[in-house]
């Protein structure tokens, strides 16, 4: 069974530094990956997904992130973070187009000033 | 954008009645639609898959007669609460693929559920 593996529960990054959030997965061919955002008491709001082709993923707020087939991974980055990116992130993968997403335990982001 | 509006935003309710849940997708159609229960600090779990004129498909351990799903029409998706119990609080979400974000899931804000 598919399955998804954030290995950081709690992150803290400094405003205007960099940030990696590491996403890995576990699954047979190649999935459908998302990366979600979450601020407290709201619903989900999609950063980026791969589906497939170019392996480096662009998405909104500056975020971006990499499928590495290799090391079944999906991380995602961002070169400057903002106070306003303090949420919780959440790795998610599909099955295949229509299935219900599988999500990760999520990482807390706080952003010290 | 594909918007997923889901309501109400909140609510408590007493121990032993029941809480209706609406979701509803504004601008396409959604054949299917998903059910979360995301506890505080947790992961979201998914509860049911909503199909569009059929039975709703639930996950092991999701008690299909507590937590009613109707997907009557390919716009909207209710999941009713029966018989609630303070255990049932939780925040559930609704999540829908649309079309027009080149097949995305799109999820609704949610609805915290407390029961007193």
């Known amino acids: 069974a598919q399955s998804v593996t954030q290995p950081d529960i709690h992150i803290t990054v400094s405003e205007g530094a960099s940030l990696e959030l590491r996403c890995n997965y576990s699954y047979g061919a190649t999935p459908y990956l998302f990366w979600y955002v979450q601020s407290p008491g709201q619903g989900l709001q999609l950063l980026l997904k791969?589906?497939?082709?170019?392996?480096l993923v662009q998405g909104i707020k500056g975020f971006e992130a990499e499928f590495k087939r290799s090391q079944s991974s999906f991380n995602l980055r961002k070169p400057s973070v903002h106070w306003s990116d303090a949420a919780e992130y959440f790795c998610?993968?599909?099955?295949?187009?229509?299935?219900?997403?599988?999500f990760g335990k999520g990482t807390t982001l706080s952003v010290s000033s | 954008g594909a918007v997923v509006s889901q309501h109400p935003s909140r609510v408590i309710c007493k121990s032993g009645t029941s809480v209706k849940i609406e979701c509803r997708s504004l601008?396409?159609?959604?054949?299917?639609m998903f059910w979360y229960r995301q506890f505080p600090k947790q992961s979201l779990m998914l509860m049911a898959t909503s199909n569009e004129g059929s039975k709703a498909t639930y996950e092991q351990g999701v008690e299909k007669d507590k937590f009613l799903i109707n997907h009557a029409s390919l716009t909207l998706s209710t999941l009713t609460v029966t018989s609630a119990h303070p255990e049932d609080s939780s925040f559930y979400i609704c999540?829908?693929?649309?079309?027009?974000?080149?097949?995305?899931?799109?999820f609704g804000s949610g609805t915290r559920l407390t029961v007193v």
């Open positions: 601008d396409f159609q959604a054949t299917t």
């Open positions: 791969y589906f497939s082709g170019d392996t």
């Open positions: 999540s829908a693929r649309a079309p027009q974000s080149n097949y995305g899931y799109t």
């Open positions: 998610a993968v599909g099955e295949q187009a229509g299935t219900a997403l599988i």
